[in-house]
Nanobody, 121 residues
Framework: QVQLQESGPGLVKPSQMLSLTCTVS??????????WSWFRQPPGKGLEWMGA???????WYSPSLKSRTSISRDTSKNQFSLQLTSLTPEDTAVYFC?????????????RGQGTQVTVSS
């Protein structure tokens, strides 16, 4: 059974960059049957898909976040990471990583528990 665990800072300052890592166990990032996405949910708002990376390392991004988002991976550690630049308080949200169906980036079958990120000075 695949398990995902997010890690990263809980508090970041405006204009800084957020870096989060998702550690995957019980499954491989290089399995062609799956891809891996990042999501977030701001307080009182709906779930937002941010971007994904597939088994080859190719990435896809939400158009609204593409200019500020980067997703990468370390296959030796079975981890994939999110970087989000130019943070504002509107980026405050619970962020989580998930396993998704390739091509259906927002349809997940397994997810991490999520990590709260607050953007504040």
């Amino acid at each position: 059974q695949v398990q995902l665990q997010e890690s990263g800072p809980g508090l970041v300052k405006p204009s800084q960059m957020l870096s989060l890592t998702c550690t995957v166990s019980g499954g491989s990032l290089t399995t062609s049957s799956y891809a891996w996405s990042w999501f977030r949910q701001p307080p009182g708002k709906g779930l937002e898909w941010m971007g994904a990376i597939d088994y080859t390392g190719r990435t896809w991004y939400s158009p609204s976040l593409k200019s500020r988002t980067s997703i990468s991976r370390d296959t030796s550690k079975n981890q994939f990471s999110l970087q989000l630049t130019s943070l504002t308080p509107e980026d405050t949200a619970v962020y989580f990583c998930a396993r998704v169906t390739p091509g259906l980036w927002a349809r997940y079958d397994s997810r991490g528990q999520g990590t709260q990120v607050t953007v504040s000075s």
